[in-house]
């Protein structure tokens, strides 16, 4: 079988990730999009889908959630948890690609440029449901970040 180029976006579900500890608390989507986003791409990594298809581009919303802070402790973690994982998480969130949707926290695209690199940082805005000065808030903010231009 040939190892076709292909785009697969992930976006989460607004279901605060089935947990009533989110949904019931009006944090679906302050909290429960992030924690999807994560929990997603990493049923992605410990399935080994990066390392299996390095030609399948894999992009992240929100940053990939919380998965810029965590690299160390998903590789220090990986031996007694999911020892079966076909390689680091450390490499292959790097495998990965995430859109820019931060809601304009500089702090978390540095963190995310520093982890996975600024060149596997795509523009996102989060456009229909962030719109009017939200969505021009989304792009400025890359450019004050503190990222260097290129």
């Known amino acids: 079988m040939k190892d076709h180029r292909a785009v697969l976006y992930v ?35 410990l399935a080994g889908i ?3 298809h390095p030609r399948l581009r894999v992009l992240a919303s929100h940053l990939g959630g919380v998965l810029p802070l965590l690299p160390r402790r998903l590789d220090d973690h990986l031996a007694f ?18 859109d820019t949707v931060s ?20 523009l996102g805005t ?7 000065d939200t969505f021009l808030r989304a792009v400025d903010h890359i450019t004050r970040s503190g990222l260097a231009p290129s």
Not at 23 to 39: F, N, Q, S
Request: aromatic residues 6%.
């Open 103 to 122: 809601h304009a926290h500089s702090p978390a695209l540095v963190a995310a440029a520093a982890t996975s690199g600024a060149d596997r940082l795509v």
């Open 11 to 45: 976006h989460p579900a607004g279901e605060g990730a089935a947990s009533p500890l989110i949904t019931d608390h009006g944090m679906r989507w302050m909290v429960g999009a992030p924690v999807e986003d994560t929990v997603a791409m990493m049923h992605l990594i």
């Open 126 to 132: 989060d456009y229909p449901y962030e719109d009017g």
């Open 81 to 98: 948890e999911s020892p079966s994982t076909p390689e680091l998480p450390s490499v292959a969130v790097r495998r990965l690609w995430y």
């Open 50 to 52: 990066p390392a299996r």
